[in-house]
T-cell receptor
């Protein structure tokens, strides 16, 4: 599986934007970039995913570098409820079986200060 | 949005007991379901993948006779931890996917404590 690298932790102030980086220098052409987050004592929650173009949804925006070797998850206005571990995961959209599974790394623990 | 329901949310039982955890996809048909385990302060570890009507595929190091997985329908998968021991205490999380390329949706997890 292509690997991703994320900072262990980040801090943000409430109501301010947050940019969570992810490096994936070995990404292949068929890998989608997925972001999930996990709140304490809960299962992960899907946030957003993309392939090449930037993506926006009600939760966040995903900015993908032109060479696709890095991406940034953008929370436009952090709230206390956004405090969670954020996982950046590459998933092969073409391969079935194990290549289509989500393999979690350590993620970035985001703390939000009031 | 898609919802995955996992039950029970918490189990506390004696060593040697077998525990069954259910995972249901509520508003979509899950051709593939996944079972993860998460120890404190660690990330999720994939245990096994199951396709409806087929035997589960287990990750390396996961004992298939210890962790029995049944995916009998497109909306239900069960994980049975047989003869559980204290080292099996963990947070077990199921996930479901409608088809390849679609997002995986997760249950809220089952916290298993073996005394």
């Amino acid at each position: 599986d292509a690997k991703t690298t994320q900072p262990n932790s980040m801090e943000s102030n409430e109501e301010e934007p947050v940019h969570l980086p992810c490096n994936h220098s070995t990404i292949s052409g068929t890998d989608y970039i997925h972001w999930y987050r996990q709140l304490p004592s809960q299962g992960p929650e899907y946030v957003i995913h993309g392939l090449t173009s930037n993506v926006n949804n009600r939760m966040a925006s995903l900015a993908i570098a032109e060479d696709r070797k890095s991406s940034t998850l953008i929370l436009h206005r952090a709230t206390l409820r956004d405090a969670a571990v954020y996982y950046c995961i590459l998933r092969d959209a073409v391969g079935g079986g194990s290549q289509g599974n989500l393999i979690f790394g350590k993620g970035t623990k985001l703390s939000v200060k009031p | 949005g898609a919802v995955v329901s996992q039950h029970p949310s918490r189990v506390i039982c004696k060593s040697g007991t077998s525990v069954k955890i259910e995972c249901r996809s509520l508003d979509f048909q899950a051709t593939t379901m996944f079972w993860y385990r998460q120890f404190p302060k660690q990330s999720l570890m994939l245990m096994a993948t199951s396709n409806e009507g087929s035997k589960a595929t287990y990750e390396q190091g996961v004992e298939k006779d210890k962790f029995l997985i049944n995916h009998a329908s497109l909306t239900l998968s069960t994980l049975t931890v047989t003869s559980a021991h204290p080292e099996d205490s963990s947070f077990y999380i199921c996930s479901a996917r409608e088809r390849v390329g679609q997002p995986q949706h997760f249950g809220d997890g089952t916290r298993l404590s073996i005394l």
